[in-house]
């Protein structure tokens, strides 16, 4: 596998990574400094009150949608596959 020209350059990336993470490992715990500029950064609002509504609205949207086609769809001369649907499915009876 190290002979093909794909997997020979993933290889050396690999273990340029392995020895990078290698040498971190003997880096001592992060200093204040560093983990208030990364705290100082970080976003405040852990919690997206956006994102929050644009789901409840694709939820509502989702059900109206598929409740309402189904009121708009025509009406068939036999309910056999709302039956099929929705309906559980008859217990087999043991014949032996």
């Known amino acids: 596998m190290a002979q093909h020209p794909d997997v020979a350059g993933l290889l050396v990336e690999a273990g340029a990574l392995d020895r990078v993470l290698e040498l971190a490992r003997n880096v001592g715990p992060p200093s204040t ?3 208030a500029r990364i705290l100082a950064r970080a976003p405040r609002d852990g919690f997206d009150r ?9 939820a509502i949207f989702g059900v109206v949608l598929g409740y309402g086609g189904g009121l708009l769809a025509p009406a068939a001369e036999n309910d056999a596959y709302f039956t ?3 309906e559980a499915p008859p217990a087999f009876e ?3």
């Open 94 to 96: 043991d014949e032996g």
């Open 84 to 86: 099929m649907a929705f």
């Open 50 to 58: 956006r994102a929050m509504f644009a789901l409840a609205a694709c």
């Open 33 to 35: 400094g560093l983990a």
